[in-house]
Each structure stands twice: as structure tokens, then as C-alpha cells.
């Protein structure tokens, strides 16, 4: 069954600085990982798909990247803004499914 | 917006109501999904509908019932819920490939957050 982890729970940063959100996942036979964005009260956002046989995914500040054989992603935000805060999630795909992390609250303050 | 939308966007229901909740998504899309997302839970996968057909059934109770007419229509029908069963409850959508299995995004609506009294 897979298991997904993503540290820190929560960040608090000035704005401006570079950020490393993290997410291990214990079946690394997935198909892709896709990270999520997610406003409070709302739906997500799908911010990058990475495919099993990627390494990284690049989407204007955000960059992804994939080690799939020791079951890690990992999501660089660029130059961080108030703008970008929420929660980030991190969701491997297996089969025929999204199994999602608990996320990494972001906030950036001005 | 994501092409997904769902009503209502909100829900306050007594233990013996029944409702419904709707999804549709207008992306051509031929999976759509139920996830329920509880205060301090990851999100956990409800239903999946591939080609309109139920391939997942998450160990979900009775009482939450599916329906999908077509490949652009989903409902979760609701019945003598229990105040547990409150939280957002999201749809989602996306192109999958003959065995169920994509390598494309998905797309989640708004959610509906419910509230069972």
C-alpha cells in the first residue's frame, strides 16, 4: 500500500526566499507524481506532472524533481512570493490512483 | 477555472436527509473520481469512474452511493449520513488510457463541504 510523507508539515518565510518542499512515497512503481496546490476551503491545482521516466519538471519559479527508485520528489519555489502561500501536495499515481500526502502548509509573508 | 465544477458548493444536512451532490466537468475526460478530504487527513479516494464504469470502490460505506449516466456527469448520492462524514468532498477528472491507468493531469472542482448535524 503506498504511503506518502511530505516535510516539513508547515514553513513560514519572508518573502523572497528560495524554498524545498519534500515528499517520499514507499511503492515506487507509480506511473507519475503530480504536485498540487490547494487555497483553503478550495479545490486543487495541478502544478507539475513528472513522469516515471523524468527526472525533473520545470513550470516558471517551480521546479519538480523525481528520484523514483529511492521514492523521492521534491519542489523547488523560486524567489518566493505572498501569492504562493497554501498548501502544496505531492501525489504519486499507481495503477489506476492518486494517493496524496498530508501537504506542506506554506506561508510567505511580506 | 479548472472545466470541473460541482454543487453545491456548500451542504448542511440532518442524519436522516438524503441529498445529492453534483459534478461535471467539460473537458472531454474519461475518468472522473470522488476524494473526501477530512480536517488533518490526506486526501482519501472515495470512487473511480473509468468509461462510466465503477472500477474503485474505496472500502467505502453504503450509505455514500455513486452514479455516473455519462462520461461527463458524476453524483454521490448521500443518505442517512453521520457527523463523521463531514468534510470537502471533491471531484476530479482526467484521460486515462484503456486499462484505467495516464500519464495526464488530473483536474479537481471546487468541492463541496458538508456539514452532517
Known amino acids: 500500500k503506498q504511503e506518502v510523507t511530505q516535510i516539513p508539515a508547515a514553513l513560514s518565510v519572508p518573502e523572497g526566499e528560495n524554498l524545498v518542499l519534500n515528499c517520499s512515497f514507499t511503492?515506487?512503481?507509480?506511473?507519475?507524481l503530480q504536485w498540487f496546490r490547494q487555497d483553503p476551503g478550495k479545490g486543487l491545482t495541478s502544478l507539475l506532472l513528472?513522469?516515471?521516466?523524468?527526472r525533473e519538471q520545470t513550470s516558471g519559479r517551480l521546479n519538480a524533481s523525481l528520484d523514483k527508485s529511492s521514492g523521492r520528489s521534491t519542489l523547488y519555489i523560486a524567489a518566493s512570493q505572498p501569492g504562493d502561500s497554501a498548501t502544496y501536495l505531492c501525489?504519486?499515481?499507481?495503477?489506476?490512483?492518486?494517493?496524496f500526502g498530508t501537504g506542506t502548509r506554506l506561508q510567505v509573508f511580506p | 477555472e479548472t472545466g470541473v465544477t460541482q454543487t453545491p458548493r456548500h451542504l448542511v444536512m440532518g442524519m436522516t436527509n438524503k441529498k445529492s451532490l453534483k459534478c461535471e466537468q467539460h473537458?472531454?475526460?474519461?475518468?472522473m473520481y470522488w476524494y473526501k478530504q477530512s480536517a488533518k487527513k490526506p486526501l482519501e479516494l472515495m470512487f473511480v469512474?473509468?468509461?462510466?464504469?465503477?472500477?474503485e470502490n474505496n472500502s467505502v460505506p453504503s450509505r455514500f452511493s455513486p452514479e455516473c449516466p455519462n462520461s461527463s456527469h458524476l453524483f454521490l448520492h448521500l443518505h442517512t449520513l453521520q457527523p463523521e462524514d463531514s468534510a470537502l468532498y471533491l471531484c476530479?477528472?482526467?484521460?486515462?488510457?484503456?486499462?484505467?491507468?495516464?500519464?495526464?493531469?488530473?483536474?479537481f472542482g471546487s468541492g463541496t463541504q458538508l456539514s452532517v448535524l
Open positions: 476530479a477528472s482526467s484521460q486515462v488510457w484503456d486499462r484505467g491507468t495516464t500519464n495526464e493531469k488530473l483536474f
Open positions: 511503492d515506487s512503481a507509480i506511473y507519475n
Open positions: 513528472i513522469q516515471s521516466s523524468q
Open positions: 501525489a504519486p499515481y499507481n495503477t489506476d490512483k492518486l494517493i
Open positions: 473537458l472531454g475526460h474519461n475518468a
Open positions: 469512474y473509468n468509461f462510466k464504469e465503477q472500477t
